[in-house]
């Protein structure tokens, strides 16, 4: 009797293994599938900043070397408190950078915060002697949104995306840019192509985004899914050492700036976001952008990839409608760094062009993660959201809206030139090379790969 008791219970360990994978696997599949739409007509009300609020100026950061040398430069500015929050943070060159540049604020009494989406807190600093050596100062505090959960495993879906810094009030960047070397510094010969924007409170504290932008972090870091992050024995790290090698090798970053001439007028900004709790989102920013584009006859999008559901179809179909030009940049499948997001546009490219899209599919050396979209002339909308469902649906994300006709006049000039370098597909089907496009051959590995995943990625598009 015994000796049955002992073989049934490895076939009830496999049996409640299995279980568990399908638990797991219906759990992160099914709810992301019911996407939520907004209601009336909420998000159509205009609320860009007017004349009689405090002016912001701006500075686009489009040179991974030069966001590195702004954020240094903020960080050493700063005098009470630095907040940083950040979707992806490494213990690599540009990473290791920022770490010992925060260590430091924080050892002559500024307050420091720091927020990492948990999923990546988890893969890449957890391990990290210098991270501990950061997080174990008494004037820093750390905190994980929404760890994963593996009795939950639903909620492990729902990411922040988010990514900025803010210095005391006097100025803060916020955009597309991870904290590691694909984003930060001249460290790797691959790497991503992306836009921050620099905002400089000319009156401290009383610009309308500044004001937005801290209160949306307060409030998501009081959120029950932000977990303090678990400090352990004081890590063995090399921060100070470090940031004496960093003045040195970068001195333009320590010496004072003139904020106002590095920066340019604006008319006005507002920060946009998704919700920000772990949940299906309604696309409250998306929808906030459609509408932004359907006032005007000119528009000009960048993103690194597109992946739509049917309400985002008809929405570009809309944009496009009553002889609206939408122009997309994104990346040309042979160059694109993100295999899922050049899997899909192959299985969806024909679909995307019928909106009436004109793509232009960019094939200029390194990979673009720019999230941009240009609306007419003056307005400027950039920051994290891709065009894609889980940004639309899943993520926390956030956009500047930027009232500059010179910010706009610049991003325009820069998408001019990227242009030339990509191939653009019309909306009836033709497609002509720019005047230095130079296509690229993608090998019969990588066509074999991409066979494959067209495949597999087709029940799990809705999570790309």
Not at 65 to 80: N, Q, V
Not at 218 to 238: F, M, N, S, V
């Amino acid at each position: 009797m015994r000796k049955d008791n002992r073989k049934k219970i490895p076939v009830l360990l496999k049996s409640l293994f299995l279980a568990w994978i399908i638990y797991m696997a219906v759990s992160l599949l099914i709810p992301p599938l019911f996407h939520k739409r907004v209601p009336g007509d909420a998000g159509n009300e205009d609320n860009r900043t007017g004349y009689g609020e405090a002016r912001e100026r701006v500075r686009s950061i489009d040179n991974n070397m030069d966001a590195l040398l702004w954020r240094l430069r903020l960080i050493e500015a700063a005098r009470e408190k630095v907040v940083l929050c950040t979707f992806d943070f490494r213990d690599d060159n540009g990473g290791r950078d920022m770490m010992s540049a925060l260590f430091h604020a924080a050892g002559r009494g500024v307050q420091v915060q720091i927020m990492v989406d948990g999923i990546n807190g988890m893969l890449y600093l957890n391990g990290s002697g210098n991270f501990r050596e950061l997080a174990n100062h008494e004037n820093v505090q750390v905190k994980f949104y929404n760890p994963v959960n593996l009795v939950m495993p639903w909620r492990n879906n729902y990411r922040m995306h988010d990514k900025y810094l803010i210095a005391d009030d006097f100025a803060y960047i916020l955009g597309g840019r991870n904290t590691d070397d694909l984003f930060l510094g001249n460290y790797t010969d691959s790497y991503n192509e992306d836009r921050d924007i620099l905002v400089y409170e000319a009156a401290p504290g009383e610009g309308r985004s500044y004001r937005q932008l801290l209160e949306y972090f307060e409030k998501i870091w009081e959120l029950p899914c932000a977990k303090p992050y678990q400090k352990k024995d004081h890590g063995r790290g090399t921060l100070e050492e470090h940031y004496a090698d960093l003045r040195e090798k970068y001195p333009e970053a320590f010496t004072e700036t003139v904020w106002e001439e590095a920066t340019m007028e604006t008319n006005g900004i507002e920060l946009c976001t998704n919700p920000m709790e772990p949940k299906n989102k309604q696309p409250l920013l998306w929808k906030r952008m459609v509408e932004e584009m359907k006032k005007e006859e000119d528009i000009f999008i960048q993103t690194p990839y597109i992946i739509c559901s049917r309400d985002i179809y008809r929405d570009l179909t809309d944009v496009c409608s009553q002889g609206r030009k939408v122009e997309i940049i994104t990346n040309a499948v042979e160059s694109g760094a993100n295999p899922f997001g050049c899997t899909d546009y192959l299985n969806q490219k024909e679909k995307i062009y019928k909106t009436g899209v004109h793509v232009y599919e960019y094939a200029g050396g390194q990979a673009l993660h720019t999230k941009t979209i240009l609306p007419g002339d003056e307005l400027c909308i950039v920051g994290s959201c891709n065009l894609d469902m889980r940004s639309i649906y899943l993520d926390t994300e956030m956009m500047l809206f930027i009232e500059s006709k010179e910010l706009n006049e610049c991003i325009r000039s820069q998408g001019e030139e990227l242009k030339k370098q990509s191939r653009h597909h019309y909306p009836d089907g033709r497609a002509e090379d720019g005047e230095s496009y130079h296509p690229v051959d993608t090998g019969a590995l990588k066509n074999i790969f991409y066979g494959v995943m067209r495949v597999i990625i087709v029940p799990i598009r809705h999570l790309l």
